[in-house]
């Protein structure tokens, strides 16, 4: 063992800078901390280069007496805090003393500062955390901080460093995060030149919401307000039939500081149970408030863990204000509660609106008339059309068309759209006894479907009379639970998840990308808001989304301007399916193209699929089986089986028949 030493000063500084500054967004959140700890109203955030070349942060708070200038660069140096007992009690953003000497220890940082009322400014430069000479300046009042170069002297960090846009979106991430945080600060965010956010700084949630976050989030929530045992909970909620597809749109603060809590958040989703779908979670903004003295803040150097001292009383406040909240947002009239008086711009209701129609349906329809009607809309095939796909070519997918997650979808008849036609065809009749098995009727149904005008079309019809003049090994015996084929096959019979193996065809096929992915031109062009994060992802991934059918545009501060999709996406998903890729993207380093096009993939794959639970034609779920038992789909892409043997021999021992 070599001998044990003291590290030079140097050496703990870079051990030290590791643990706050882990990328460039780490150090847009410390400086944009310390402007808001400085009283500024307005703060500019520029990035250059995902902050790998320039993060630039300028604020109009108090500004840093000269003489001060290179102390507020050493290790432990603050004017946040004094004495031991001022730790029990922070209320202050930072207080450790540590951003601005860590994060001089691996950049080149220039500070201009100019304190209010005074005559002149300063200006200091530090390489590697070695500061030169504080020199005059002529500056407006504020500081600014140019951090160039990051990392440039520890080559071991940089080298983690993601792609450009990945860390600019991370860092878009932190600063909506500390808009949201504190809407009395103006927040400006300019990446390379272009302005992503701007907040307006006039105090009201609401509006900092829309700015970070997006219109159609910031449409959908339910307000919170309310507490207990001296915890106050308020913000906002997104409605039940909101919910998203992952965690990423929760965001809790705890006086004044953005925390990440599984406690806050089982708090939060408990009090969604039995109202949000499976699989979907809430999103909120949430500002909590309690005592400084009831929570511990200094038990994470990045300071997004927080320690509660009453966490019963905590979960108990958030839990109960966003259920009171959610059940007088349900009934308007039972619960015409004080806390529900929206002081800020009321969001829209859509949940009313919503569940308005839904309780008119159960008081004006008797199971009957229900039947009948569901019966009706089952014996519309053209309003059943189900996308083809190009190498399922003629076969046709329709399904229930009355399923309220999925519109119909047609393509409007316009003549003059030259890339699309409606062509209609007859499908063989299955085999009589075949028909008989499934309990179908033999009476070929005439379907209509859509057809590019690529010279293949044609050459389709001839392929689907070849597939069903082929005698096959297997025998379609139906479909139970919407959702599982049974097949015979000798001995065999076979249990096939249908929107599995139809999500592993799909994915095969767009992975091969054999054929080109067929377009859709909307009618009218749609606008979809996004959260910063989101957007900023998207936009980075546009020749991917082009590549995979999409025709989109950016159509600046958040909002993507979408003209084509892929011909096999519902219309009505098309929202849905980009904020789910972007979250996706997000939380799967989506910036690196590998990455990314694997998102995609799984994302449209699935996207483009029948799903369990829908009605599906027997003409549909033999293609399917005719995939499947051909080897040729063995698992989804998830990795879950698309098929389940059972043999004769298992059957006839479960009747005790073997
Ligand atoms: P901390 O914020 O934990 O005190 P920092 O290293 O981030 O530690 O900052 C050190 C000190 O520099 C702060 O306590 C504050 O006095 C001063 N300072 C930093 N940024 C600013 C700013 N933008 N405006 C005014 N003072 C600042
Ligand atoms: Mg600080």
Known sequence: MPHIQQLSPHVADLIAAGEVVERPASVVKELIENAIDAGASAVVVELQNGGMSLIRVTDNGC????????????????????????????????????????????????????????????SLHLEGGVPGPVEEAGCPEGTTFAVRELFYNTPARLKFMKTDSAEASAAAGVIAQIALSHPEVSIRYLRDGKEELHTPGDGKLLSAIYAARGRDFALRLTEVEGGGEGVSVRGFVTEPLAGRGNRAMQTFFCCGRMIKSALLTAALEEAYANRQMKGKYPGCVLHIDLPLHMVDVNVHPAKTVVKFVNERALFSAVHHTVKDALDAAANPSLFPSASQTVSQPAPAKPVTAVQQPRSDFYQTMDAKSFREKAAASQKKPAASVMPLTPELGSRVFFHDSGRPQRPPRQMPEVPSAPAYTVRTFTPPPPPATEAKAAGVAAEPVKHTVKHSVEPAAPAQVPEQTAFAAKPTPWRFAGEVLHTYIIAEDGDNVWLIDKHAAHERINFDRMKANAEPIMRQQLLAPLAVDLPQEQYAVLLENLPLLEEFGFEAEDFGTGCLMVRGIPSDLDTGLVRETLEELSEKLLTSGGADPAAARDVMLHTMACKASIKGGWTSDPSELKVLIEKVQSGEVQYCPHGRPVKIRLTKYEIEKMFKRA
């Open 63 to 122: 500004g840093i007496a000269p003489g001060e200038l290179p102390t507020a660069f050493l290790r432990h140096a603050t004017s946040k805090l004094r004495q031991p007992e001022d730790l029990a009690a922070i209320g202050t953003l930072g207080f450790r003393g540590e951003a601005l000497a860590a994060i001089s220890a691996v950049s080149r940082l220039d500070v201009f500062t100019r304190q209010k009322g005074a005559q002149l400014g300063a």
